[in-house]
């Protein structure tokens, strides 16, 4: 990966902040990240206490479903805020997420941290994002493998064996300092003995945790990679602006407080210092030199859906309601641009 290159952020969209409104937004506190902690849990609690009541009967399912995407959606959202140093003000605090999220979410955090930053040095640039998660342009078959959860738990389990091992990347080699290797190590195998231990468990009787953790978090990924997968796709590569290369979208109140109001990632991408609580208010202060967020969750889900379908029976694959870049508009077929990073 070269590194004759300006980052991916404002400065090289052209979007203009003054300094002073970009540090009262970067400031951090410690009480947003409680607060947003506290709500999490009693959710988990009310979720998981729906499941308690309808254990008996086929309620069960949409219980666990429930349950699971208040666990998993905010675990992704939290490790990822957590690797940015921005949830929290105080340090222990921040790294103390990081860890509980990470193992929730299942992925080592120095390597999430560290990968996460390539993203966006270099956002959604082919051979130098080590966080592409699926092929482009995206076909029907990538958006099932994908939208599955399977793609990124394959990835999640086969990165931890491989840090556990020592048998790093010449991706990994690239994005993460050799210093940290031996610590990345070491968290490996912690990560390693707390899933084993939780399989132990399961096998000595604890039953429970079937169905308080192992199927929800499976049904949790679900809509976690959905929300994620929006972020990029459809949109440009290879390019230093991230109005080409990003996507925000809008949502209802619910799903902000599940995804960290990540829905403004534009926003995020060009000021990724800003804690997850100011990114309204950096959407506001912005807004009028950002392409208008692209319609709610479903909405921009069931389009990039029949995007991908028609791609794949070679139909015009122009969008109607999205953002989408030029060439990702075809009639007759398709030419491929990258495979996925995360492999």
């Known amino acids: 990966m070269s590194t004759d290159?300006?980052?991916?952020?404002?400065?090289?969209?052209?979007?203009?902040?003054?300094?002073?409104?970009?540090?009262?937004?970067?400031?951090?506190?410690?009480?947003?990240?409680?607060?947003?902690?506290?709500?999490?849990?009693?959710?988990?609690?009310?979720?998981?206490?729906?499941?308690?009541?309808?254990?008996?009967?086929?309620?069960?399912?949409?219980?666990?479903?429930v349950y699971g995407t208040i666990l998993?959606?905010?675990?992704?959202?939290?490790?990822?805020?957590?690797?940015?140093g921005t949830a929290f003000k105080t340090r222990w605090l921040n790294e103390t997420l990081l860890w509980m999220t990470s193992i929730?979410?299942?992925e080592e955090p120095l390597h999430r941290r560290y990968t996460h930053t390539n993203h966006h040095t270099y956002t959604w640039h082919v051979g130098k994002d080590s966080q592409m998660p699926f092929d482009t342009p995206m076909t029907l078959r990538g958006w099932l493998v994908e939208m599955s959860g399977l793609a990124l738990t394959h990835f999640h389990i086969v990165t931890l064996y491989r840090l556990a091992a020592g048998r790093f990347t010449d991706v990994m080699k690239t994005v993460i300092p050799e210093s940290e290797f031996l610590r990345i190590r070491r968290n490996a195998w912690i990560f390693i003995a707390i899933y084993a231990a939780i399989a132990t468990s399961i096998l000595m009787g604890a039953t429970f945790l079937w169905w308080f953790l192992i199927i929800p978090w499976l049904l949790g990924r679900i809509p976690m990679v959905a929300f994620g997968l929006i972020q990029h796709v459809e949109m440009a590569e290879n390019t230093p602006s991230?109005?080409?290369?990003?996507?925000?979208f809008k949502t209802?109140?619910?799903?902000?407080?599940?995804?960290?109001n990540m829905e403004n990632h534009v926003e995020h991408h060009l000021h990724p210092q800003v804690p997850f609580y100011s990114l309204p208010a950096l959407h506001n202060a912005i807004k009028d030199q950002l392409p208008k967020p692209d319609p709610g969750f479903w909405r921009t889900s069931i389009e990039v859906l029949s995007v991908v379908i028609r791609r794949s029976l070679g139909r015009n694959t122009k969008a109607r309601t999205i953002r989408q870049a030029p060439h990702m508009i075809t009639v007759g077929g398709h030419e491929s641009v990258s495979v996925r990073s995360m492999k």
Do not use: Q
Not at 252 to 260: E, H, R, T
């Open 242 to 248: 991230i109005l080409d290369s990003t996507r925000s």
């Open 72 to 84: 998993s959606l905010p675990a992704y959202s939290m490790s990822h805020e957590t690797a940015h």
């Open 5 to 65: 290159f300006t980052a991916t952020n404002a400065a090289s969209s052209g979007v203009v902040l003054d300094r002073k409104t970009l540090k009262s937004l970067c400031r951090r506190s410690d009480m947003p990240g409680l607060i947003y902690l506290a709500k999490w849990v009693l959710s988990l609690l009310a979720s998981g206490y729906l499941i308690h009541l309808s254990m008996s009967s086929a309620g069960v399912w949409p219980a666990m479903f």
């Open 252 to 260: 209802n109140g619910i799903a902000s407080f599940l995804y960290m």
């Open 104 to 106: 929730i979410y299942g």
